[in-house]
């Protein structure tokens, strides 16, 4: 257990479907990070919002919505998304610099494998 | 703008082999510099991590050192295990950021 815990562990949904990812942390931290991880390409940051602020969204499909409605709570929302979107889901969360900790390392949850059908 | 550089894989080593992973870096303050791991389904751990130049990172038996000079914090071990097989990833965050910059990750097999 690392502190960061992602719900569900794996989700299978149709295109039509609307599914929400949970991310919730205990360590504090005060900024929170979406990543996806597909298949043999690089870690994608999709957004990071810190202070519950969303300050950073990589053009990602309008078919993810993000929402962090506390420091401790990160959700994304998926609506019809598309085959391509299969991929892991990671969540993370960091101290944002002025905060105790001198270590911007993020923590990582354990992720969300997602299938689109 | 910052970014990280690690070498292609995938690496197959046998047991009780050293193992080198190279990393070098690329950013406009004084970065810290991260090592992660990714074991099969999981997420990523931090695995080590340097605060400033000539800091070494140690953990599990995995080595780095922030060497300024070469702007390079290679990854090392000196005997690997099946149980090392994973994905490893270079990181860092420019001083004063707290996003992180990830390589592509180095996929490591160790055979029996």
């Known amino acids: 257990e690392t502190g960061v815990t992602q719900t569900p562990r794996h989700l299978v949904m149709g295109m039509t479907n609307k599914k929400s990812l949970k991310c919730e942390q205990h360590?504090?931290?005060?900024?929170m990070y979406w990543y996806k991880q597909s298949a043999k390409k690089p870690l994608e940051l999709m957004f990071v919002y810190s202070l519950e602020e969303r300050v950073e969204n990589n053009s990602v499909p309008s078919r993810f919505s993000p929402e962090c409605p506390n420091s401790s709570h990160l959700f994304l929302h998926l609506h019809t998304l598309q085959p391509e979107d299969s991929a892991l889901y990671l969540c993370?969360?960091?101290?944002?610099?002025?905060?105790?900790?001198?270590?911007?390392?993020?923590?990582f949850g354990s992720g969300t494998r997602l299938t689109v059908v | 703008g910052d970014s990280v550089t690690q070498m292609e894989g995938p690496v197959t080593l046998s047991e009780e082999a050293f193992l080198t992973i190279n990393c070098t870096y690329t950013a406009t303050g004084y970065p810290s510099l991260f090592w992660y791991v990714q074991y099969p389904g999981e997420g990523l751990q931090l695995l080590l991590k340097a605060t400033k130049a000539d800091d070494k990172g140690s953990n599990k038996g995995f080595e780095a050192t922030y060497r300024k000079e070469t702007t390079s914090f290679h990854l090392e071990k000196g005997s690997v295990q099946v149980s090392d097989s994973a994905v490893y990833f270079c990181?860092?965050?420019?001083?004063?950021?707290?996003?992180?910059?990830f390589g592509a990750g180095t996929t490591v097999t160790v055979r029996a």
């Open positions: 360590l504090g931290h005060n900024a």
């Open positions: 990181a860092l965050s420019d001083q004063g950021d707290y996003k992180l910059s």
């Open positions: 993370a969360s960091s101290q944002k610099p002025g905060g105790p900790s001198v270590n911007y390392g993020y923590t």
